[in-house]
């Protein structure tokens, strides 16, 4: 059975109004299972489709409809087996009105909606209240280079694209659908005259039998002649068309500091910040890396499960994390092919004076090959009121307060409830914060 939708602003017996007011509740509702969803899954998992169910109560238009509460009503509803016109009904209890609402009838409901959302549209309903910086580099974002890529076969083409082995596999199926006598055939009928002619005196029947042999070997070489091992028609070149690759790689550093100071709550909220980071990045670019590296006094670049969810604790050394990512920059991302970003996320917990030697390696190298850099300092709530905007807090928040005030692409905020991650991915990533890098 065909589905009809109806897409039009104001239908026929509709109000626009009540439409656009469903409308709302049900992308909000969206917006808000979905930010349930990210919560648990996997930053590789968010940026596809999801399946997302909504209630029943309150997608239904406001209508109109008689009271059941007051009044008398003399009309039988079809399928009524019970009553009779005329008979008195009492009122049902509670003023609620009896069968018009849901559950009505033993307590059921309706079931709820099921919205299939594609991968644009998830991303859609997390950005379209963000303004996200345009960072890439202008020198990658403008060049796209072309590569060959294998797309099947064609009859012409240069020699040294033949495809050897779907020409002979052609060249086989006609010469058996033509019959061309094999080499096995003619090296039988060979041996065979060979054989007879050996043979002294040559009887009256075997100068016969030779006489049919010649003749049949003189057919079967015309044939031969005629149907060529391998024709023109059997030939196939590898067929390249040119693919278009944009140059704008990008690849995301994630560090987060694992020691025994953070705990569930904040590794949460870190969790929540980076799935953000990545959405973002891989929305802007066709490839992008994502390089985890967890630290406590030794830094380790690990996979997703590991960061996340290891039980690893220990003593707090920030710059190892650091010295690990420019160290897997140097090897294997060259900072003039590829976009590099990072994001780093901790409790601001360090040893002592290390926070300075965090402030030194970023004002060296690793802020001149990064081109945006974001530090995320987790906290109980209890200090969003203490520390406030001003330079109060950890040692490294104050070293790093530093290099903010020093490099463009270097910012940092607070995050002390899972309410405060979105105002500061806002914050970070807004147009005003990244048109700093280009200057």
């Given at each position: 059975?065909?589905?009809?939708?109806?897409?039009?602003?104001?239908?026929?017996?509709?109000?626009?109004?009540?439409?656009?007011?469903?409308?709302?509740?049900?992308?909000?509702?969206?917006?808000?299972?979905?930010?349930?969803?990210?919560?648990?899954?996997?930053?590789?998992?968010?940026?596809?489709?999801?399946?997302?169910?909504?209630?029943?109560?309150?997608?239904?238009?406001?209508?109109?409809?008689?009271?059941?509460?007051?009044?008398?009503?003399?009309?039988?509803?079809?399928?009524?087996?019970?009553?009779?016109?005329?008979?008195?009904?009492?009122?049902?209890?509670?003023?609620?009105?009896?069968?018009?609402?849901?559950?009505?009838?033993?307590?059921?409901?309706?079931?709820?909606?099921q919205f299939i959302l594609s991968r644009e549209e998830v991303l859609d309903l997390f950005f379209e209240d963000l303004e996200l910086p345009d960072l890439v580099k202008l020198s990658l974002k403008e060049t796209v280079?072309?590569?060959?890529q294998r797309v099947g076969f064609t009859t012409s083409g240069s020699p040294t694209n033949i495809n050897i082995g779907r020409t002979m596999r052609n060249s086989f199926g006609r010469r058996m659908a033509l019959q061309?006598?094999?080499?096995?055939?003619?090296?039988?009928?060979?041996?065979?005259?060979?054989?007879?002619?050996?043979?002294?005196?040559?009887?009256?029947?075997?100068?016969?039998?030779?006489?049919?042999?010649?003749?049949?070997?003189?057919?079967?070489?015309?044939?031969?002649?005629?149907?060529?091992?391998?024709?023109?028609?059997?030939?196939?070149?590898?067929?390249?068309?040119?693919?278009?690759?944009?140059?704008?790689?990008?690849?995301?550093?994630?560090?987060?500091?694992?020691?025994?100071?953070?705990?569930?709550?904040?590794?949460?909220?870190?969790?929540?910040?980076?799935?953000?980071?990545?959405?973002?990045?891989?929305?802007?670019?066709?490839?992008?890396?994502?390089?985890?590296?967890?630290?406590?006094?030794?830094?380790?670049?690990?996979?997703?499960?590991?960061?996340?969810?290891?039980?690893?604790?220990?003593?707090?050394?920030?710059?190892?994390?650091?010295?690990?990512?420019?160290?897997?920059?140097?090897?294997?991302?060259?900072?003039?092919?590829?976009?590099?970003?990072?994001?780093?996320?901790?409790?601001?917990?360090?040893?002592?004076?290390?926070?300075?030697?965090?402030?030194?390696?970023?004002?060296?190298?690793?802020?001149?090959?990064?081109?945006?850099?974001?530090?995320?300092?987790?906290?109980?709530?209890?200090?969003?009121?203490?520390?406030?905007?001003?330079?109060?807090?950890?040692?490294?928040?104050?070293?790093?307060?530093?290099?903010?005030?020093?490099?463009?692409?270097?910012?940092?905020?607070?995050?002390?409830?899972?309410?405060?991650?979105?105002?500061?991915?806002?914050?970070?990533?807004?147009?005003?914060?990244?048109?700093?890098?280009?200057?």
């Amino acid at each position: 059975m065909p589905n009809f939708i109806d897409r039009r602003l104001n239908p026929k017996d509709k109000s626009l109004g009540n439409r656009q007011r469903f409308l709302k509740r049900a992308r909000d509702e969206l917006k808000r299972a979905i930010k349930d969803q990210i919560k648990s899954d996997k930053i590789a998992d968010v940026d596809t489709a999801h399946g997302v169910p909504m209630p029943a109560r309150g997608a239904g238009e406001p209508s109109f409809r008689p009271s059941s509460t007051s009044g008398n009503r003399e009309h039988v509803l079809p399928g009524n087996k019970e009553f009779s016109a005329g008979d008195r009904i009492s009122k049902p209890d509670g003023g609620a009105g009896g069968g018009g609402g849901h559950g009505a009838g033993g307590g059921g409901s309706d079931d709820d909606f099921q919205f299939i959302l594609s991968r644009e549209e998830v991303l859609d309903l997390f950005f379209e209240d963000l303004e996200l910086p345009d960072l890439v580099k202008l020198s990658l974002k403008e060049t796209v280079t072309f590569k060959p890529q294998r797309v099947g076969f064609t009859t012409s083409g240069s020699p040294t694209n033949i495809n050897i082995g779907r020409t002979m596999r052609n060249s086989f199926g006609r010469r058996m659908a033509l019959q061309r006598p094999s080499e096995r055939q003619v090296k039988l009928i060979t041996d065979e005259i060979a054989a007879l002619e050996s043979e002294t005196p040559l009887s009256t029947e075997t100068r016969r039998k030779l006489t049919a042999l010649r003749d049949e070997l003189t057919t079967l070489e015309r044939r031969r002649r005629r149907i060529s091992y391998v024709d023109p028609v059997d030939v196939r070149f590898n067929r390249f068309e040119r693919q278009p690759v944009p140059n704008a790689n990008a690849v995301m550093f994630c560090l987060m500091d694992v020691s025994a100071s953070m705990g569930e709550r904040e590794k949460d909220l870190a969790k929540r910040f980076f799935v953000l980071l990545h959405l973002f990045l891989k929305r802007r670019y066709g490839r992008i890396d994502i390089i985890f590296i967890r630290h406590t006094d030794e830094a380790h670049e690990v996979d997703e499960e590991t960061f996340f969810y290891s039980k690893q604790s220990g003593g707090t050394v920030v710059s190892t994390a650091l010295e690990e990512m420019q160290r897997i920059i140097e090897s294997r991302y060259p900072a003039d092919m590829w976009n590099i970003y990072a994001a780093q996320a901790s409790d601001g917990d360090n040893s002592s004076g290390d926070s300075e030697r965090c402030a030194a390696l970023l004002r060296g190298d690793l802020m001149r090959l990064c081109q945006y850099y974001a530090y995320v300092e987790i906290i109980d709530e209890r200090e969003t009121e203490i520390f406030g905007a001003t330079d109060n807090g950890t040692s490294l928040w104050r070293a790093y307060r530093t290099v903010d005030g020093e490099i463009p692409n270097f910012h940092m905020a607070r995050i002390a409830r899972p309410g405060n991650i979105y105002p500061v991915f806002r914050k970070l990533f807004s147009r005003k914060a990244g048109a700093r890098t280009h200057n």
